[in-house]
């Protein structure tokens, strides 16, 4: 779950962008492109939702969408004709393509249904492809009255510059940890230090991980791995038992089990940290935990490009054998 379609306020960690974001609306000085930049699973698709919903309430100076109002019932109904949201097919190439830009653009020209905003949302704004994100530009050049653009992005530094400068940026980062636990006891979780530790202090993605029982998965991936980096379990027939679970959602758990070991070898560990942890935190030099790391994430990211080569989790477990036995390790 990504949206909280009933919530009427900001979450207790965006408090500040929100108080940003008003006095624009407030000012009449709202932005045609807004960017919305920082780790994935801190609530920043939320912020985005919460932000068209004010743009397209129709009460004079509400602070907050009122949830009365007909743009307010027509956007809950998901069929207000002023707003767009623009995402990847479900179980395609994961890419935003340029005929959904077009549709955006022509969009974008139209007259309000209500004599409003007229609001868009890009989730994630990376997922442009170059012809999508050169069509975009256009209308970033010569922006239309009354329209706004937000851009969700967890990778900020993949969108072209053009397109970042032509936006104003609201980064966000991981939330203090009291309260992304507050916020997760509110929402059920039992073992919301468990999960928050695991999702690297991303409150969202703690409770997806909550929702999906992960915790007992990584638990088995770091026993793996120790083992592995050790020289007691072999990489390709642990990649053998890991084949099911898909490479790219192997690579995620991996690039979030390398911050973990970083904050181990740095000292900044949590409270508890799984003896697994500590394992691989002692095998590992940290210039081959960091080559491991950037090799993690260039392996991801080329896996998410167009017309790339299938990801194996083979690949990925041999890139934790081939770190154990190097301690200083360049890039190819």
Not at 16 to 23: G, Y
Not at 274 to 288: D, E, N, S
């Amino acid at each position: 779950m990504t949206e909280e379609a009933t919530r009427s306020g900001p979450l207790p960690w965006q408090r500040q962008a929100w108080q940003r974001f008003i006095q624009t609306v407030v000012d009449g000085r709202v932005p045609h492109a807004i960017l919305l930049a920082g780790p994935a699973g801190i609530g920043k698709t939320t912020l985005s939702h919460l932000m068209a919903a004010q743009l397209l309430c129709e009460t004079p100076g509400a602070t907050e969408p009122c949830g009365h109002c007909r743009g307010c019932h027509l956007r809950h109904a998901g069929s207000h004709p002023d707003a767009r949201l623009l995402v990847p097919e479900e179980g395609g190439s994961g890419i935003l393509k340029i005929e959904a830009i077009r549709q955006l653009v022509d969009f974008s020209q139209r007259t309000s249904q209500y004599s409003g905003y007229r609001v868009a949302r890009l989730l994630p704004a990376e997922a442009m492809n170059r012809s999508a994100a050169n069509a975009l530009l256009k209308t970033l050049e010569e922006p239309p009255a009354s329209v706004c653009l937000l851009l969700v992005s967890h990778q900020p530094s993949r969108l072209p510059a053009t397109i970042r400068s032509r936006c104003q940026i609201f980064r966000l980062g991981v939330p203090p940890r009291a309260e992304s636990l507050q916020w997760l006891k509110t929402q059920g979780i039992a073992n919301a230090a468990e999960v928050l530790d695991l999702a690297g202090g991303a409150p969202f993605l703690a409770r997806q991980l909550a929702e999906h029982q992960a915790v007992d998965q990584d638990q088995a991936l770091l026993t793996a791995l120790a083992g592995i980096v050790s020289g007691r379990v072999d990489a390709t027939a642990t990649a053998a038992d890991w084949r099911e679970t898909g490479a790219r959602p192997l690579a995620v758990m991996m690039q979030r089990i390398t911050l973990r070991v970083a904050r181990a070898q740095a000292g900044s560990a949590t409270p508890g940290a799984q003896p697994a942890i500590t394992a691989i935190a002692k095998r590992l030099p940290p210039a081959a935990l960091h080559a491991l790391a950037g090799r993690l994430n260039r392996l991801r990211a080329a896996s998410e490009q167009p017309l790339s080569r299938e990801l194996s989790a083979e690949a990925l477990f041999l890139l934790w054998r081939n770190s154990s036995a190097i301690q200083e390790v360049t890039d190819d």
